[in-house]
């Protein structure tokens, strides 16, 4: 395309940079620029983010759009452009009529598609997202794009519309928000436009006390959609998502719900994307990558158990659900409810900024709607005699006896497997992989293998003593099971777990039997269970990593919560005091408030904003310098652990460095990481992986 009346220039003080080879423009800085005036074009330049994950090209190009394509690149569209002498995919982030590139634009290849898959809201969201994680944009555009399906696109658009989706009333508080504080005002706001934002610690259903934690989202949807909004659901698990979609559909009839999850193949998830885009379905149910699906007007956003590892992406910008949707609800003025049986530390401390609210119900009914939990002391295990000792004391074994002559009880063990970590028979030395030195695992016919590059390890010597025996050092679902099976051989014994024999089983009958099932992989007992034991409580609560306190009583309240009115649930197995009393207590605010505070003294997130960084150690330590220059906290480098193990993305994590900050400079801090992951990559310098607010530090 030429300009008209000359060349656009670009004032002295910009800069530009190119790269070595092919002196292609790679940086740019936008001017004002001069008008290209080329009659009958509307607006002449597309400007295109690629699909690139290099950091120096993290920036739109100018591309003249052609005539035939005016109407088709609309801003959002997929298209093809030549780049560095090869063509690239990439999307129109905006049309323009200036231009700040010297010499003649380069035309548009293609338009792959007209639908305008990034509306403004979703450019507008990817931007915020990449800013505060300190990544790429086409990187965050990948975890909110699902994969192209073509004849799914054609059929979607061509198809008939559905009806028009029902006019909604204000739906009373009553049996289900009027127990928590706040609850009546929350529905109000909703369906007055307004955007509350809240904290919500929700109760188990209990019968006469409680209404179970889908039903109060489903009256708050009915409240949003009152106002002719929007409502989105993020949930860890596609079986999770799968079920509240089901209670928003019976609880909301002839309101069209999408589901959107990964596991459910490129076809579906992307008709399921287009009736979202299209304007089809106005409530949305997905797993993490669901919080960036493009709903209009959006109303309410509901993020459920946030504490959840699966709701943060492994891939960079390796952002959390919980924080997409947070920028979205400032970004398009919408609800949130941070929602869980239990809560995390990161909504607290949005709650004590004051960002959002605090949402729970009083201490007597939650003292109602709770089972009752025991946490045996050392006197009351001193009392069983030798058996107080044993991993299963009389006193559990007592209760168990007593359950399942009324129904089925719960065994939740930390670990999955028959001996997930053995040691040598001799020293006691934990025995370790020859080939990765990753942990040794047995399974029930006595094979061994690695648990991280899964090898057979057959003729095993100890690198300390030389002993070629191996005992076991903790035990497994499976184990445990087998040892029940034993302990009560009339009793029918059901294992879940993601690596048993059966998998993760979801639901089990009122019959009296035994459940053995590793965190998160308890099945729903029709009724509810008579008894639930949790076993091998320092596990999990005593780990020497961030956060593991926190995760335990997630954990142990996932398993609480399936106790029938009445039922004991036991805790053993020396957890951590301060977890154990706040589990014992039902106090998961003041056990949050308590692990917010402890990490604001250790400078630790989310008190404090922190990137860890993995990569080379001189380019760790040139990363640690720039940020000691600017006044940031540094740690390290360090190595992070045995040799081989990764770093993420498959890189070998030779040292890992920690850069922090108080809260009130975390946009300062991703904007310089920003910028030195671009110089780096303009340089092409070994690349360093960087994680800002990591769920684990070391």
């Known amino acids: 395309m030429d300009v008209v009346g000359g ?14 080879s092919q002196g292609e423009l790679l940086s740019v800085p936008r001017g004002n620029g001069r008008p290209l005036q080329v009659p009958g074009s509307g607006l002449p330049v597309a ?21 035939t394509m005016t109407e088709e690149a609309a801003p959002g569209t997929r298209v093809v452009v030549r780049f560095g002498g090869k063509e690239m995919r990439g999307w129109v982030w905006e049309r323009a009529d200036t231009t700040t590139h010297l010499g003649r634009l380069a035309p548009l290849r293609r338009v792959i598609s007209d639908l305008s898959v990034l509306p403004a809201a979703s450019r507008r969201l990817v931007e915020a997202v990449a800013a505060r994680s300190a990544g790429v944009r086409s990187d965050v555009v990948r975890l909110a794009l699902p994969s ?5 696109e054609r059929l979607e658009r061509t198809s008939s519309p559905p009806e028009e ?48 934690w889908q039903r109060c989202v489903a009256v708050a949807a009915q409240a949003s959609l009152a106002s002719g909004r929007g409502v989105l659901v993020v949930l860890p698990t596609t079986g999770q998502a799968e079920a509240v979609a089901d209670v928003l559909r019976r609880e909301l009839p002839g309101e069209r719900v999408a589901l959107l999850s990964a596991e459910h193949g490129a076809s579906r998830r992307y008709r399921a994307f ?11 149910v997905g797993t993490r990558s669901a919080a960036f699906a493009p709903v209009a007007d959006l109303g309410l956003a509901v993020v459920w158990d946030d504490g959840d590892s699966r709701l943060e992406e492994r891939h960079a910008p390796y952002v959390h659900a919980r924080t997409v949707l947070a920028l979205r609800s400032s970004l398009e003025g919408a609800g949130l409810l941070l929602a869980g049986y239990s809560r995390s530390a990161q909504t607290q401390a949005l709650v004590e900024r004051g960002w959002c609210t605090e949402l729970s119900a009083p201490r007597e009914v939650a003292r109602r709607a709770t089972a009752r939990i025991e946490v045996p002391g050392a006197p009351e295990l001193e009392a069983e005699g030798a058996s107080g000792t044993a991993r299963v004391p009389s006193l559990a074994h007592r209760a168990l006896v007593s359950a399942l002559t009324e129904g089925p009880v719960l065994v939740q063990v930390p670990r999955g497997g028959y001996a997930p970590v053995v040691a040598c028979l001799q020293c006691r030395e934990v025995a370790r992989c020859p080939h990765c030195s990753g942990p040794l695992a047995m399974s029930r016919g006595g094979r061994t293998t690695c648990r991280w590059c899964a090898r057979p390890v057959g003729q095993w010597q100890c690198p300390q003593c030389g002993g070629t025996r191996l005992r076991m050092v903790t035990v497994g679902s499976s184990r445990t099971g087998e040892e029940l099976g034993r302990a009560f051989p009339h009793v029918p014994v059901l294992v879940s777990g993601a690596r048993e024999d059966h998998g993760v089983v979801s639901t089990v009958g009122p019959r009296p039997r035994i459940i053995v099932a590793t965190p998160g992989a308890e099945p729903v007992a029709d009724g509810g269970y008579r008894a639930v034991l949790i076993l091998d409580g320092a596990v999990i609560s005593s780990r020497p990593e961030l956060g593991s306190a926190q995760e335990a009583l997630r954990l142990w309240t996932g398993a609480a919560v399936l106790a029938a009115p009445g039922a004991r649930v036991i805790l053993l197995g020396r957890p951590a005091p301060a977890v154990a009393q706040a589990f014992l207590r039902w106090d998961h605010v003041g056990f949050a408030r308590r692990e917010l505070r402890e990490r604001d003294e250790l400078h630790l997130p989310p008190a404090w904003r922190a990137a860890r960084l993995d990569g080379h150690e001189w380019s760790v330590e040139g990363f640690l310098a720039q940020a000691q220059e600017q006044g940031f906290e540094t740690l390290g480098p360090v190595l992070p652990g045995p040799v081989g193990e990764t770093a993420g993305d498959g890189g070998v994590g030779e040292a890992r460095g920690l850069i922090r900050c108080p809260a009130s400079r975390g946009s300062e801090l991703a904007a310089m990481l920003r910028h030195h992951l671009r110089e780096r990559s303009v340089r092409r310098e070994d690349p360093v992986r960087v994680e800002l607010d990591p769920t684990s530090l070391w």
């Not at 400007?47 to 005539?67: A, I, K, Q, W």
């Not at 192209?148 to 799914?152: E, F, I």
């Not at 287009?274 to 949305?284: K, S």
Request: proline share 8%.
């Open 7 to 20: 060349v656009a220039r670009i004032a002295p003080s910009q800069e530009r940079q190119r790269t070595g």
């Open 47 to 67: 400007r295109v983010l690629l699909d690139s994950p290099v950091p120096h090209l993290d920036r739109t190009f100018d591309y003249s759009v052609p005539d």
């Open 148 to 152: 192209r399906h073509a004849a799914t």
């Open 165 to 212: 989706s029902p006019a909604w009333a204000v739906p009373s508080a009553e049996g289900t928000w009027g127990v928590y504080d706040g609850g009546a005002q929350l529905l109000a706001d909703l369906a007055a436009g307004g955007f509350p934002r809240a904290g919500w610690c929700a109760l188990p259903r209990r019968e006469g006390v409680s209404a179970a």
């Open 274 to 284: 287009l009736q979202v885009l299209l304007g089809r379905a106005r409530v949305v």
